[in-house]
């Protein structure tokens, strides 16, 4: 009895860690191999595509329309209809560009239905972007108490300066300056060609100086 408990024991723990080692193994695949894997018939991988744009959809998309529980349904709607429409994907193109267009859209649809200023309601984004996705690494565990109070403070009025830059320039300057895409993806996902994508950046950083200049003088 005690060999065949032991047996057992061991087929568990074996079981435990083959399960581990497949997490592992599908971490290292692109999102083109998960993105096929699925379409295989692998319902694990929608979960892998979910577990690496959740956060990164979600900060996008507060950062857009300033309401993090409409930002959740927002993305939570993009990931529907990824899963809907995931075997027309054009798999010559980049799975993460496809995403991001679909929320982008998603959040151009929601101001578009709100009759307040947008310039008003993306006032409340406020303190919520997480230190992996902020374009400055803001606070360090070696710093003195006085430095993290300003480091803080800078991280508020750039937020600030931030939500009052015109749509149109709040999504090209997030997309590039925090969440990092190249000029050629921002024009696929925002649907404008390079020619406007890099003048409307241009005057975003304008504006944005413009703007936190008073703020931080």
């Not at 925002?190 to 003088?217: D, E, H, Q, W, Y």
Request: proline share 3%; with cysteine; charged share 35%.
């Amino acid at each position: 009895m005690g060999a065949t408990g032991l047996k057992v024991e061991k087929g568990g723990l074996g079981a435990a860690t083959s399960a581990q080692d497949a997490r592992k193994e599908r971490a290292k695949l692109s999102d083109s191999e998960v993105v096929q894997r699925f379409l295989d018939g692998d319902q694990r991988a929608f979960g892998d595509l979910v577990q690496r744009y959740d956060r990164r959809l979600l900060n996008f998309v507060y950062r857009t329309v300033g309401d993090r529980e409409r930002a959740q349904d927002l993305v939570q709607e993009t990931f529907v209809r990824v899963y809907r429409h995931l075997h027309r994907f054009d798999q010559t193109k980049k799975f993460s560009t496809w995403i991001y267009t679909i929320a982008g859209n998603l959040a151009k649809n929601e101001l578009r239905n709100r009759s307040r200023n947008p310039l008003v309601l993306f006032q409340t984004i406020k303190k919520n972007w997480d230190a992996d996705h902020r374009p400055l690494e803001w606070e360090d565990p070696k710093n003195k108490p006085d430095d993290l109070y300003r480091k803080r403070f800078l991280r508020e009025k750039v937020e600030d300066a931030v939500a009052e830059l015109p749509e149109h320039h709040r999504v090209v300057f997030v997309l590039r300056e925090i969440e990092g895409k190249t000029y050629e993806e921002i024009a696929d996902i925002t649907g404008c060609n390079l020619g406007t994508v890099k003048s409307r950046l241009n005057r975003a950083r304008n504006n944005f100086a413009r703007i936190i200049a008073p703020m931080v003088g």
